[in-house]
């Protein structure tokens, strides 16, 4: 318990220090938190009427948004298969912060499930011998299952790899390797279940499709991987953590093989519909060039598309995937399109029309958007604080010391004595 007690203060000093931009930064995610639990007591005061959301169309903006999430944090797999079974050392190095971002991701998704939830105050119906779950004869408990079994493992699997670096010893691998190994199918089945949610529903034909879970894998090894890039480029700019070039050129190069998959996918599902011609058409139909007047999805899905496919390119061509410049451009364009296209793009028309035939054009309101910012918020702060105490373990600045009583911070030496608990300095600065 003593050495976790220092871990842990160790932890608490090292957040609460840091540069202008830290604590700027800090506190905007803080002001968007708060933003978002205002919207989310008023949710909870008025009910889901304040959302967007009707009899025609019950999932909207927070569904779009958890179903996005669940594919960033499966990404987190491209990481530890090259890291932890091919164990190439440019990827080992950092599959840390791609198990940290999916801690993030899934605490993400958990928060715009609850959300979404009308009496969230009954959860407690899940809980084995408090409720029932209907395990495993229910989907939804399936998903309650795979995802806090994979936010689980990759704290644990995190964690634990971190404090033994902030004690100077190597990892027991009989410990992790299992662990690790077990993360891989984890990752996969937190999408696949995912994707029978929406392909299950005989009465939805926009998502009743067979390639629907290889669809949300592809576009999921397509935006995580991409915002992956993203943090190691400014990690690498802005800390002494070192993360090879080799390292973020075979991410990129996994991303163009995955949005390869995933463009052609979505055109043979385009193709079977608007070939085939039946009464199914008119989802897809609403998505890609309206119906009957309605098509407020159709500068939304276009955009996606010219996102995704000039993503590609970038990714596709050696000269501009080797470029610092447009391999940014190439990762937010990634991001975004597979945003909209996995977001509002894949849930709302599987609703529109109705099986009445009725049509319900759905918009979100600001109280989903203002909630889902402070959702947003909640991760990133989640992530910073995450990679505020990993970066610095990775890099050494951050140990125990050598006398065992206290912890360095850089050349900051802290005492964790009950006799003493102010800091005694050394040399230099954080």
Request: glycine share 6%.
């Given at each position: 318990?003593k050495?976790i007690?220092?871990?842990?203060?160790?932890?608490?000093?090292?957040?609460?220090?840091?540069?202008?931009?830290?604590?700027?930064w800090?506190?905007?995610?803080?002001?968007?938190?708060?933003?978002?639990?205002?919207?989310?007591?008023?949710?909870?005061?008025?009910?889901l009427?304040?959302?967007?959301?009707?009899d025609?169309v019950?999932?909207?903006?927070?569904?779009?948004?958890?179903?996005?999430?669940?594919?960033?944090?499966?990404?987190?797999?491209?990481?530890?298969?090259?890291a932890?079974?091919?164990?190439?050392?440019?990827?080992?190095?950092?599959?840390?912060?791609?198990?940290?971002l999916?801690?993030?991701?899934?605490?993400?998704?958990?928060?715009?499930?609850?959300?979404?939830i009308?009496r969230?105050?009954?959860?407690?119906?899940?809980?084995?011998?408090?409720?029932?779950?209907?395990?495993?004869q229910?989907?939804?408990?399936?998903?309650?299952?795979?995802?806090?079994?994979?936010?689980?493992?990759?704290?644990t699997?995190?964690?634990?790899?971190?404090?033994?670096?902030?004690?100077?010893?190597?990892?027991?691998?009989?410990?992790?390797?299992?662990?690790?190994l077990?993360?891989?199918?984890?990752?996969?089945?937190?999408?696949?279940?995912t994707?029978?949610?929406?392909?299950?529903?005989?009465?939805?034909?926009?998502?009743?499709?067979?390639?629907?879970?290889?669809?949300?894998?592809?576009?999921?090894?397509?935006?995580?991987?991409a915002?992956?890039?993203?943090?190691?480029?400014?990690?690498?700019?802005?800390?002494?953590?070192?993360?090879?070039?080799?390292?973020?050129?075979?991410?990129?190069?996994?991303?163009?093989?995955s949005?390869?998959?995933?463009?052609?996918?979505?055109?043979?599902?385009v193709?079977?519909e608007?070939?085939?011609?039946?009464?199914?058409?008119?989802?897809?139909?609403?998505?890609?060039?309206?119906?009957?007047?309605?098509?407020?999805?159709?500068?939304?899905?276009?955009?996606?598309?010219?996102?995704?496919?000039?993503?590609?390119?970038?990714?596709?061509?050696?000269?501009?995937?080797?470029?610092?410049?447009?391999?940014?451009?190439?990762?937010?364009?990634?991001?975004?399109?597979?945003?909209?296209?996995?977001?509002?793009?894949?849930?709302?028309?599987?609703?529109?029309?109705d099986?009445?035939?009725?049509?319900?054009?759905?918009?979100?309101?600001?109280?989903?958007?203002?909630?889902s910012?402070?959702?947003?918020?909640?991760?990133?702060?989640?992530?910073?604080?995450?990679?505020?105490?990993?970066?610095?373990?990775?890099?050494?600045?951050?140990?125990?010391?050598?006398?065992?009583?206290g912890?360095?911070?850089?050349?900051?030496?802290?005492?964790?004595?009950?006799?003493?608990?102010e800091?005694?300095?050394?040399?230099?600065?954080?």
């Amino acid at each position: 318990m003593k050495n976790i007690w220092s871990f842990f203060k160790g932890t608490l000093v090292l957040v609460s220090k840091g540069s202008t931009p830290y604590y700027c930064w800090i506190l905007s995610l803080l002001g968007l938190m708060a933003v978002g639990a205002a919207a989310y007591l008023r949710q909870l005061d008025e009910g889901l009427v304040v959302t967007a959301m009707r009899d025609q169309v019950s999932w909207g903006f927070y569904i779009s948004n958890f179903t996005f999430l669940v594919g960033v944090a499966a990404a987190a797999v491209l990481l530890v298969i090259p890291a932890y079974v091919y164990h190439w050392k440019p990827i080992k190095e950092i599959a840390v912060l791609g198990e940290l971002l999916a801690v993030s991701a899934i605490v993400m998704c958990l928060l715009f499930v609850t959300v979404d939830i009308g009496r969230p105050e009954r959860f407690w119906h899940l809980i084995p011998l408090l409720g029932r779950l209907n395990f495993p004869q229910s989907l939804l408990a399936w998903d309650v299952v795979v995802l806090n079994t994979y936010l689980m493992l990759n704290l644990t699997i995190s964690i634990y790899i971190l404090y033994n670096l902030y004690y100077k010893r190597e990892p027991n691998k009989n410990f992790t390797t299992p662990l690790l190994l077990f993360s891989i199918p984890s990752a996969i089945s937190i999408h696949t279940v995912t994707a029978f949610l929406y392909n299950g529903l005989g009465a939805r034909p926009f998502w009743n499709s067979s390639i629907l879970v290889p669809r949300f894998l592809a576009s999921a090894f397509c935006s995580g991987p991409a915002f992956m890039i993203l943090i190691f480029l400014l990690v690498r700019k802005y800390t002494r953590f070192k993360i090879e070039d080799a390292a973020i050129q075979k991410v990129a190069e996994l991303i163009a093989y995955s949005m390869f998959i995933n463009l052609l996918l979505l055109g043979a599902e385009v193709f079977k519909e608007y070939y085939t011609a039946t009464v199914h058409l008119a989802p897809m139909q609403y998505l890609f060039q309206g119906l009957h007047g309605y098509s407020a999805l159709v500068p939304w899905i276009w955009t996606a598309m010219a996102f995704n496919v000039t993503a590609f390119l970038i990714f596709l061509v050696p000269g501009t995937r080797k470029n610092n410049v447009t391999l940014v451009i190439g990762c937010i364009l990634v991001f975004i399109g597979v945003y909209i296209e996995k977001g509002m793009g894949l849930v709302i028309p599987g609703f529109v029309p109705d099986v009445l035939h009725e049509i319900y054009e759905y918009a979100p309101t600001g109280t989903e958007m203002l909630l889902s910012l402070g959702i947003w918020a909640t991760g990133l702060f989640v992530f910073t604080m995450l990679l505020r105490v990993a970066i610095p373990i990775l890099n050494g600045d951050f140990h125990v010391a050598d006398d065992g009583i206290g912890f360095y911070i850089g050349d900051q030496m802290f005492i964790v004595q009950k006799r003493a608990e102010e800091s005694v300095e050394t040399s230099g600065t954080i």
